[in-house]
């Protein structure tokens, strides 16, 4: 099996430097071929995944180009998160470590690549990973990349609880030095989602010195 060709369009000089330096290491690229790329080659092929800067970002979405996941790297001050764009959007923060993309995109072409859905059942609600949606009969509910992955450990740990620090390795176990605020800003997201959609104020509680746990009285 070939490799899989990462194009990266990276106007930051800086971030290019490091990706060239990545596209020429053989230890790095076992498994990618990361290519430097442009706008014009991206409206020609569909690629599964690209790898851009914010200003890169501000092209894709004005060009409206095709793609299945967009890795972010976010070397902006300005706050990108209200964008509506109908595509996935990993936001890597800087500084980062080339090895923590390089892992990320591998377990994502892993999960995209798998014939095997791993649908999880939750009282009434099936949750799937995969598609990061919540449904039932009368309902669905779409999270966002780190809102699902908090959802995914609180539901694999429906009955016990999980700890901040617990849910900080899972989440964000690459290295990307954030803090319990950041975490606890994005439970409060997710939270404010399922009260909105799914009218359930306290699904997801907090217990001190045990950590986050679902609520599983009021289902």
Wanted: include cysteine; charged fraction near 30%.
């Amino acid at each position: 099996m070939g490799k899989s060709i990462i194009p990266f369009i990276l106007e930051n000089p800086c971030l290019s430097n490091i990706f060239f330096e990545v596209a020429s290491n053989k230890n790095i690229s076992k498994i990618f071929d990361f290519q430097t790329s442009d706008i014009e080659d991206l409206k020609r092929k569909k690629y599964k995944i690209i790898i851009i800067d914010y200003s890169t970002f501000q092209q894709i979405l004005n060009e409206k180009i095709k793609v299945h996941q967009i890795f972010l790297i976010d070397d902006s001050n300005k706050n990108n998160s209200n964008f509506k764009i109908d595509v996935d959007v990993i936001k890597i923060n800087i500084p980062f470590k080339m090895n923590d993309i390089y892992n990320r995109i591998e377990n994502y072409l892993i999960q995209k690549n798998t014939n095997i859905r791993r649908l999880l059942k939750y009282k009434y609600f099936t949750y799937d990973p995969s598609t990061r949606e919540l449904s039932s009969d009368s309902f669905s509910l779409r999270f966002t990349e780190k809102e699902s992955q908090i959802f995914l450990c609180l539901i694999e740990n429906k009955d016990s609880h999980i700890s901040k620090k617990d849910l900080l390795n899972k989440v964000w176990s690459y290295g990307e030095g954030i803090d319990t605020h950041t975490l606890e800003t994005h439970v409060y997201a997710l939270r404010k989602k399922i009260e909105t959609k799914l009218k359930m104020k306290d699904l997801i509680m907090f217990e001190e010195k045990k950590g986050y746990y679902l609520n599983n009285s009021i289902l």
